[in-house]
């Protein structure tokens, strides 16, 4: 009885290791192909020189710049407007209304419209309805709206896993609502909402879709502006790809590392602040 | 068998019992109050008085509104947007639900310590100086923080290490230190919401024996499930019951008796507080 009730515990745990290692192994596969291919390339070259018709002489940088400053943007828009919306919906809305109910669902469906759909709404409403035209703080603002929902999902997450004592705790030594949200319930969350901005981001910064929609091109020479047309990481490797020199595929995996390498940089920080704001407890 | 007789309950009380009440003061007057919550009825036509510094025991079994009721004396009820107070409570003479009267203002002056130590996640000098940081009680605030931990008999065991955080306290300590958090913002009345029921024996001797000095300052107000407790540290104790509808449906909260605790331990007017407090129900 006890043989076979510890063998049923060792099978599960196998198979518990075996599903870590399809998804493990894939990525180990995918990093070796890739840096195999790409660190010859990856260079001076690739992060100064724009793109060229020899692959001697081509790099990303006006890529690898737009995709730098579309991060940044779509951070300094997403982090705060997603917060914002979710202590409404937490510590404010009123649950019983229904405006409020429908406010929640929207947001639940809106995490679920596919990318290319944000793509249509921004060369609508974003390139043409307000006129913006086809720039990077388009891409930007598009990207937020794409993501927004995510953001907005975690910060409530993060919110709503603050003990109601703590909040008690607050109110019963005179603190008002907003004292208590700003100084209680917020700081308790950051490690929450910073963890779920940075997947927010990683997604954002690795979407091509409503990015070609709108209009971001493939071959751009020189650096991007915030008011001026620009092109992103993945536009440019999947450019890179569709050239018919090998060097080119060559090329590509080097990108694909420089993008790795911004994204991994990223969540290091986000971290680094989860970390931090913990030790401060 | 034994050869120490346990001490009764009464006895208890009688021990820490003054010979004569003195004509005290009266903090909070409460008539005929009700809480609801949405069309649920917690308690209902609550009157008593709750005197100067004295420690004022609700007690009572499970589900009779005790620590609902406790929560009207510092509108934490407010926050649960379905629950509806009416009746009066009366704070010196004034009514605490009045029209004009900011809840936040009434929770300064009423301070709280609840079942389970909530201390923030934050270190321990922060964990107290919250409260006079956002009343904007800025000066003296180390000052501040020391005297509290004092009066709390905390000071102590963590003046070496206020800046750690007041999770790693013990439990007791934490409660202890909950306490400490609510004297710094220098409040009139001290309600406790089963302020001892997650500690240990020693712990809660500590809890108890800190009642005792602190009831020269503060008015004090407890809620509690321990009959020993209410019995070592209130003056005054209210037994309150489960009032059930004729057609075995609605419960609701009744205050059953209210009296000095030396009487409501030995000489019950009630048959169901003596019931209670004899154990023969509860």
């Known amino acids: ?281 | 068998m034994s050869s120490i007789e346990p001490m009764t309950l009464g006895q208890i009380a009688q021990e820490h019992d003054e010979v004569e009440t003195p004509k005290r003061e009266v903090v909070f007057a409460v008539e005929d109050l009700a809480v609801a919550y949405a069309s649920n009825v917690a308690i209902r036509e609550v009157s008593l008085e709750v005197y100067k510094n004295a420690v004022t025991a609700f007690i009572g079994p499970s589900g009779c509104g005790k620590s609902t009721f406790i929560r009207c004396f510092n509108r934490m009820n407010d926050l649960v947007p379905s629950a509806k107070v009416t009746g009066n409570v009366l704070y010196h003479g004034k009514d605490l639900y009045a029209d004009e009267v900011d809840p936040v203002e009434v929770r300064r002056r009423i301070g709280m310590v609840f079942q389970k130590p909530n201390p923030f996640p934050k270190s321990i000098y922060d964990n107290i100086a919250f409260g006079p940081r956002v009343l904007g009680l800025k000066d003296n605030l180390s000052d501040r923080v020391e005297s509290a931990l004092q009066r709390a008999a905390l000071w102590d065991e963590v003046k070496d290490r206020l800046k750690e955080s007041a999770l790693g306290l013990s439990g007791g300590q934490q409660q202890r230190l909950c306490i400490a958090r609510c004297l710094a913002v220098e409040p009139d009345v001290i309600l406790m919401d089963e302020p001892a029921s997650a500690l240990d024996p020693i712990s809660t001797t500590r809890i108890e024996d800190l009642m005792h000095e602190l009831k020269r300052e503060y008015t004090i107000v407890i809620v509690t499930h321990n009959m020993q407790q209410a019995a070592r540290v209130a003056d005054m104790t209210a037994f309150f019951s489960v009032d059930v509808a004729p057609d075995g449906g609605k419960r609701t909260g009744i205050l059953v008796e209210y009296d000095r605790t030396s009487k409501i331990f030995t000489t019950p007017a009630d048959k169901r507080t003596e019931d209670y407090v004899t154990g023969r129900f509860g």
């Not at chain 1, 737009?66 to 705060?80: E, Q, R, S």
């Not at chain 1, 944000?118 to 388009?138: H, K």
Request: aromatic share 8%; charged share 10%.
């Open chain 1, 1 to 281: 009885m006890r043989m076979s009730r510890a063998l049923k515990g060792g099978l599960f745990k196998g198979v518990l290791f075996l599903s870590l290692l399809v998804g493990f192994l894939t990525l180990v596969v995918l990093l070796v192909d890739v840096f195999n291919d790409g660190l010859p390339f990856l260079d001076r070259t690739l992060l100064t020189s724009p793109p060229s018709g020899d692959p001697d002489i081509a790099g990303a940088r006006p890529a690898i710049l737009a995709t730098i400053y579309i991060g940044a943007l779509l951070l300094a828009f997403v982090v705060p407007i997603g917060v914002a919306t979710a202590i409404y919906l937490e510590e404010y809305a009123n649950k019983t209304r229904w405006y409020n109910r429908l406010l929640e669902i929207n947001i639940q469906n809106l995490a679920a419209v596919p990318s290319i759909v944000y793509g249509i709404l921004g060369l609508a409403f974003l390139v043409r309805g307000i006129g913006l035209g086809r720039v990077l703080l388009a891409g930007a603002m598009i990207l937020t709206l794409l993501v927004l929902p995510t953001v907005i999902i975690a910060a409530r997450e993060a919110i709503r896993a603050v003990p109601d004592s703590i909040r008690q705790g607050g109110y019963a030594l005179g603190a008002t609502q907003w004292q208590v949200v700003s100084r209680q319930v917020l700081p308790a969350a950051i490690p929450g909402i910073a963890t779920g901005s940075i997947l927010a981001l990683s997604r954002g910064i690795g979407e091509t879709a409503p990015l070609i929609l709108i209009g971001a091109v493939t071959y751009i020479s020189f650096d991007p502006t915030i008011l001026g047309p620009f092109t992103a990481l993945p536009i440019q490797i999947y450019s890179f790809l569709r050239l018919p020199q090998a060097e080119f595929k060559l090329l590509a995996a080097a990108s694909i590392i420089v993008l790795l390498a911004i994204l991994l940089t990223l969540n290091a920080f986000a971290i680094f602040i989860r970390n931090r704001y913990r030790r401060s407890w």
